[in-house]
């Protein structure tokens, strides 16, 4: 009787895609993580002694760009879903620029940000090609360094800037009459004298996941979120001992479906010091815009 239990449940749980992907074409069919954070894609995308940065999916999870570091300087891999597979990761050829890092698609998939050499690019999807990247107008790019790029659904562009101070701060541009307008710099609250950089901002503009190196960090820069409450930044909140290490973790990204949480995990910083890109549940989101330490 035992056994067929153990059958039935075993049939129920393969029904119900317990342990494997559903689909296929979603995170080239990798088993999906629980709440420990597991590396993603071993000996696909995330390669032994190699940089990988970033990696960020399309909305309709058939295209995905990977930052990676080698031979001292950094690139973007491109993959598609073609004809049930996934291509092999190469160099995304419609990005001419040397030095490309941080890409990041717009939640409407039109658009593919990214930066190079201190500089923040666009390239648009017109006719299902990508254009040659065009870099960013003041205000956004200035005489200082701009970088990590990510963008919502009404494309106000969040990014990292050292324009006034040096360890990096958060600043955001509303997208109005066809360009980037005025840029403004997040509240204090986020922007801390311990410094903020490498956001990801949810499509909705209901919170913000960055890196920062505050006391009650785990490490050498730790991931926090804060989330937007009528248009004010809650205090932010450490991600935990789970996600946080003694490590570095940076490259914050969620999926598109907001099942999942990537992010990087380099030991140092250089574009030959190897990194391994990490997935796990993203149910701390909605767990923590519960918590009195949030909502305080």
Known sequence: MKKVLFSIICFLLMRSGFGQSTHPEFYFGQTPPGDEPQIFAPMIISLPNRRETKIVFSPDNRKCLIGIGIGGTFKILYSNYV?????EPKPADFITID???????????????????ADIY????????????????????????????????????YFCSMRENPKGEIFRSKYENDKYSAVEKLDTIINSRYGAWDPFISPDESYIIF???????????????????NGVWTAPQNLGPLINSDKIEYGSYI??????????????????VPADIYWVKADFIELLRKTDIINK
């Not at 030095?99 to 050499?117: C, K, N, V, W, Y």
Request: glycine share 8%; charged share 20%; aromatic share 14%.
């Open 83 to 87: 004809n049930g597979n996934w291509t």
């Open 99 to 117: 030095r490309a890092i941080e890409p990041f698609f717009s939640p409407d998939g039109q658009q593919i940000l990214f930066t190079s050499h």
């Open 122 to 157: 666009v390239s648009d999807l017109v006719n299902q090609l990508w254009t040659a990247p065009v870099k960013l107008d003041p205000p956004v790019n200035t005489i200082a360094e701009e970088y990590h790029p990510t963008v919502t659904l009404k494309r106000a562009l």
């Open 211 to 229: 890196s920062s190196t505050r006391p009650d960090g785990y490490g050498k820069e730790d991931q926090y979120i804060s989330y937007n409450r």
């Open 255 to 272: 999926s598109p479906d907001g099942k999942y949480y990537f992010f990087s995990r380099p030991a140092g910083w250089g574009p030959d």
